[in-house]
């Protein structure tokens, strides 16, 4: 029988390192694949989050893990313990996160960073076959969190979240630098 490994493995690449913290929920891991989707990108995986059913609205419920890319030259390892910790919040709540989606960090991702909070999309960068584990019951959905600036934000707040992703297609920024700038303001100013 296939794992939630091997799932990431074949879609990702050979997972590269791999973290766990010593408190927390047990069994949940961070894994690191690079070049994932592209190349000089890390992406981070949760892995064992889907060991937890955590409910949808409507009493449905999935399973889930969690991606979070970045460019090469902006990992840490911090990075890792940051998926943990958002891992870790789901447990705990026992809800999972939704596409449109808005997590608070409660503090800028990265140091230097103006980004305090994730977004939860479809992985639509990666490949087709990554977004769903149906091996599990119920299935495990892989959701991808970017980083958002305040004013986005607001945006998603006042305006849903189906108009801030018409605004990511028709802007295309970078949603793996966590320094980026705000696709609210103009690339000319």
């Not at 991808?144 to 945006?155: I, N």
Request: proline content about 7%; glycine content about 6%.
């Amino acid at each position: 029988m296939t794992t939630i490994i091997e799932h990431l493995e074949s879609n990702l690449a050979r997972m590269e390192q791999g973290w766990s913290a010593p408190e927390g929920p047990e069994g949940i891991q961070i894994g690191l694949f690079r070049d994932q989707p592209v190349q000089s990108i890390c992406t981070l995986a949760t892995i064992g989050l889907s060991r937890h059913v955590l409910s949808l609205p409507g009493g449905r419920s999935v399973r889930q893990e969690l991606l979070l890319s970045v460019h090469e030259r902006q990992f840490s390892d911090d990075l890792a313990s940051l998926l943990l910790y958002v891992a870790e919040r789901l447990v705990a709540r026992h809800d999972a996160v939704l596409r449109g989606e808005v997590v608070p960090l409660g503090a800028p991702m990265t140091p230097r960073s103006r980004a305090t909070d994730l977004y939860v999309s479809l992985p639509v960068v990666f490949p087709e076959g990554l977004a769903t584990f149906n091996r599990s019951s119920p299935a495990t959905v892989i959701a991808w969190l970017f980083p958002v600036l305040p004013d986005e934000v607001q945006f998603i707040a006042l305006q849903g979240w189906s108009a801030f992703e018409d605004l990511l297609e028709c802007r295309d920024p970078d949603l793996f630098d966590p320094f980026r700038m705000s696709i609210l303001v103009s690339k000319e100013g």
